[in-house]
């Protein structure tokens, strides 16, 4: 079957730096996105990474292995502002988007 | 600014009631999406259309259906409401063309049903 993994929830300090870790499984690859998620919101695109290596963007960079099936999120100087749910998606060899549940990042001052 | 509206942001229905979800997107896509988000579970597709007219069944479509007669419209049915089926429900729409084929989100409409 195919499947996403992600922690569920992640605690970290305003201005320090936390990693969010995504592996998947996946009938084929053609992409990962991370979305951010604030609560009761719609999840809005963060960024897309389809060859190994870091993209960054601004505060914001991602990761990926494909080799190892993993990626991670990398949020820089974290504002209070950062705090909500992060999902990992990864389109698989149908082009059809395979969900994580999120990781809600909670940001303590 | 791209923008997908879906027409409720909250809504309460009855067991047993016939419920619809308008989605409307204003960016000429062609790939329509409906989705439902559960605590602990992420985003699971309930049917999804890749041009007017056609529709293609998700990982949950039991006891919904959809229509897509137009383009920038696709419309999510609960054809008899059941309490199982209250939850967040998302739209999202996403293009062909283009290195980066994100898909783009409505507001959510947070359906109860009771």
């Known amino acids: 079957g195919q499947n996403i993994d992600q922690p569920t929830e992640m605690t970290a300090t305003e201005g320090a730096i936390v990693q969010i870790n995504c592996t998947y499984q996946?009938?084929?690859?053609?992409?990962l996105f991370w979305y951010q998620q604030h609560a009761g919101e719609a999840p809005t695109f963060l960024s897309y990474?389809?060859l190994d290596g870091l993209e960054e963007k601004g505060r914001f960079s991602s990761f990926l292995s494909r080799s190892k099936g993993y990626s991670y999120l990398l949020l820089k100087e974290l504002q209070m502002k950062d705090s909500a749910s992060y999902l990992c998606?990864?389109?698989?060899?149908?082009?059809?988007?395979?969900w994580g549940a999120g990781t809600k990042l909670i940001i303590k001052p | 600014d791209v923008k997908v509206t879906q027409s409720s942001r909250y809504l309460v229905k009855r067991t047993g009631e016939k419920v619809f979800l308008e989605c409307v997107q204003d960016?000429?896509?062609?790939?329509m999406f409906w989705y439902r988000q559960d605590p602990g579970l992420g985003l699971r597709l309930i049917y999804f259309?890749?041009?007017?007219?056609?529709?293609e069944k998700g990982d949950i479509p039991e006891g919904y259906s959809v229509s897509r007669e137009k383009k920038e419209r696709f419309s999510l049915i609960l054809e008899s409401a059941s309490t199982n089926q209250t939850s967040m429900y998302l739209c999202?729409?996403?293009?062909?063309?283009?290195?980066?084929?994100?898909?783009?989100f409505g507001q959510g409409t947070r359906l109860t049903v009771v």
């Open positions: 996946t009938s084929g690859f053609n992409g």
């Open positions: 960016m000429d896509h062609e790939n």
């Open positions: 990474n389809v």
């Open positions: 998606a990864v389109m698989d060899s149908n082009y059809q988007l395979i």
């Open positions: 999202a729409s996403s293009s062909n063309s283009g290195d980066v084929t994100e898909a783009f």
């Open positions: 259309s890749y041009d007017v007219k056609m529709k």
